[in-house]
Each structure stands twice: as C-alpha cells, then as structure tokens.
C-alpha cells in the first residue's frame, strides 16, 4: 500500500510545494501590522482619507478579523462627532468575495501542509528518517523548477506593467466588476492603492525566497551531518 501511494505522494508535494510556501508567505504578509503601518505611512493615507492612524490601524484589525471569522459582511463603523460606515454596500459586497478567496487559500494551504507532511512521514518511515533532509532538497529543486516558469512570467508582468497584471488578476478570481472602485470616494481604494498592493506582493515574493532558502540550507546542514562521505 504505502509503495503505491508513495510515488503519488511524491509528485503531489513536487507540485504543491511552490504553492504551498507562497501560499503562507501570503498569511504572515496579509495579517501582519507592519505592512498596513508602512502603507499608512508610505503613501500618506491619514492624510487622503482624512482618518487618523488610530481610525486606520482599527480598521485594519478588523479586516484581518473579518477574513478569518465567520461574519458573513463587514461593517466598520467610524466614531466621530457623528459615525459613519466606512464602506458602502458595493465595497462591503467585494469584501465579500475578498474574504472567499482568502478562505480558500488558506484551506489550500492546510491541504497542501498535510499532504507534504504526510509523504515526509512515510518517506521517514520507508526510507529511514537520515534520508529526510535530502528529500526536502529535492522537493525544494523540482517544485522550483515546475513553477520557474509561471514565477518569471508573474515576476516580469508586475516589473513591466503592475496596473495590467493587477487587473489580469481580479479578472481571473473575480467574476463580478465589484472590485472596479471609484479611487476618489471609495475608501477601500483609498486606503489600499495599488502601490499598496504592489509593496505588499513584493514583500510576500522576498519572503518567499527567504523561506525557501532557509529550508534547503537547514536540509543541506543536516542532510551534512546524517550522510557523511
């Protein structure tokens, strides 16, 4: 049984894993504070919505809750003199389909860490667990080059043109035009501009690289000290 299931097991992680790691490098960018406090700061978004840092950071908060909870529609409420919903009902409609997409990207990424763990415990079990480190360098090599591809061509749209490749985008997961905002009244777009997203796509890209390179040379070290020549 486990002879069949192996080979199975180890395409499926040479496929899964470039996604698997861009998929958590998404999770630690996207509900990280940092990154919105960098936004506020980098593009002035205090000053062109007319909100404090404090107003900003709360609504962050709340958006990352909103993506993880169960909440069907967000309502962020702004308390003045006189509050005001922050959102109106065709921004709060395209957070819907936001958090959707968000959802299942993180549900991929738990399938995805199962069935990679899963054949590194078989393989652990099969092959004896000093033979592990080398096989995470292997998954790292072919998972890299079955996606360098898609990764470059990913890489020189946003270089050349981030506007078109955004659009690409939303266009692909989208099958609504919600996410066609207008950037003078909607504060979605306002406090997210696609500077916002190109920095935030960079950011998840670098860590990316970073992730990986640290999983193939802690492998390396270790798959060094097991098998010694």
């Known amino acids: 049984m486990i002879k069949k299931i192996l080979p199975v097991l180890k395409f499926s992680s040479y496929l899964l894993w470039v996604p698997f790691i861009l998929t958590v490098s998404f999770e630690i960018i996207t509900f990280s504070d940092w990154i919105y ?3 506020w700061e980098k593009n002035n978004i205090s000053y062109k919505t007319n909100l404090s840092k404090t107003d900003l950071n709360e609504a962050s908060d ?5 993506f993880k909870n169960d909440q069907e529609k967000i309502n962020i409420v702004i308390n003045r003199d006189k509050s005001f919903k922050l959102f109106n009902q065709r921004e ?3 957070m ?3 958090k959707n997409l968000i959802k299942s990207t993180l549900l991929f990424e738990k399938i995805s860490l199962f069935i990679i763990f899963f054949y590194l415990v078989l393989f652990s079990y099969k092959k004896k667990i000093r033979r592990l480190s080398s ?10 080059l079955i996606w360098s591809g898609i990764i470059l061509i990913i ?3 946003m270089i050349i043109n981030f506007n078109a490749s955004f659009v690409l985008f939303h266009r692909i997961f989208f099958r609504n035009d919600l996410w066609i905002l207008d950037p003078r009244n909607d504060y979605l777009l306002i406090m997210f501009p696609e500077s916002f997203f190109l920095e935030i796509s960079i950011t998840i890209i670098g860590l ?7 999983f193939y040379i802690i492998a390396w070290i270790f798959n060094k000290k097991l098998n010694p020549r």
Do not use: T
């Open 96 to 98: 819907v389909d936001v």
């Open 62 to 66: 709340q958006i990352k809750d909103y």
């Open 135 to 144: 096989i995470i360098i292997r998954i790292i090599h072919r998972s890299l």
């Open 208 to 214: 990316f690289a970073i992730i990986n390179f640290l």
């Open 92 to 94: 709060i409609d395209h």
């Open 155 to 157: 890489i020189f749209g």
């Open 37 to 39: 406090e960098f936004n």
